[in-house]
């Protein structure tokens, strides 16, 4: 399973890093991504990570705007902002992709992000 | 814009069938995924790009593929399956995946 840390409540310009815990399975084996949703909208997918080896691949749009990492040691990936926005408003979300199945098939339980001053 | 198509909302009579579609040039050469999120719920996968239903998910779920556009069929919609459903697949470069836009369905 996917765990996701809990919601959060911030300031723009302030930093955050959200984490996705997993167990059950080899986190090394599995692409982990990020996926946003924002308030009434559809899913985006933020971009991805390989825990194996750190590959990482961000969508055009969010490229520059976050940090996306894993830490095989203690199973554990990451989603980091520098800097947030009142548009970082959302929920997001951590899914595991297996290339055997074709799909993102394990999902977190998604973390609220709240950014008002 | 998303590379990948989907009408922003569809109806089905409860009982009926009803397709969902979704299009993007990607189908010429990858399969698409299918998941269904219900409001205040994470989203769950549906059918996957492999042809596989994951356990738990009735068998009046189904997809496929036909040129540029992918299908999720429902045969025999019942209420519970009023939800967003969203379509997933490689981006043009291949190299990752992308969302479509999602696809409300309301069961009348």
């Known amino acids: 399973q996917l765990v996701q840390s809990g919601a959060e409540v911030k300031k723009p310009g302030e930093s955050l890093k959200i984490s996705c815990l997993v167990s059950?399975?080899?986190?090394?084996?599995?692409?982990v991504g990020w996926v946003r949703q924002m308030p009434g909208k559809g899913l985006e997918l933020m971009g991805i990570v390989h825990p194996r080896d750190s590959d990482t691949r961000y969508r055009p749009s969010f490229e520059g705007q976050v940090t996306i990492s894993a830490d095989k040691s203690i199973r554990t990936a990451y989603l980091l902002w520098n800097s947030l926005k009142a548009s970082d408003n959302g929920i997001y979300y951590c899914?595991?992709?297996?290339?055997?199945?074709?799909?993102?098939?394990?999902w977190g339980q998604g973390t609220v992000v709240t950014v008002s001053s | 814009s998303s590379e990948l198509t989907q009408d922003p909302a569809v109806s089905v009579a409860l009982g009926q069938t009803v397709k969902i579609t979704c299009r993007g040039d990607?189908?010429?050469?990858?399969?698409a995924s299918w998941y269904q999120q219900r409001p205040g719920q994470a989203p769950v996968l549906v059918f996957s790009?492999?042809?596989i239903r994951p356990s738990g998910i009735p068998d009046r779920f189904s997809g496929s593929s036909s040129g540029n556009t992918a299908s999720l069929t429902i045969t025999g919609a019942q209420a519970e399956d009023e939800a967003d459903y969203y379509c997933?697949?490689?981006?043009?470069?291949?190299?990752?995946?992308?969302f479509g836009g999602g696809t409300k369905l309301t069961v009348l």
């Open positions: 790009g492999k042809d």
């Open positions: 990607t189908f010429r050469n990858y399969h």
């Open positions: 899914a595991r992709y297996d290339l055997n199945v074709g799909a993102f098939d394990l």
């Open positions: 059950g399975y080899i986190f090394t084996n599995y692409w």
């Open positions: 997933n697949s490689r981006d043009s470069s291949g190299t990752q995946w992308v």
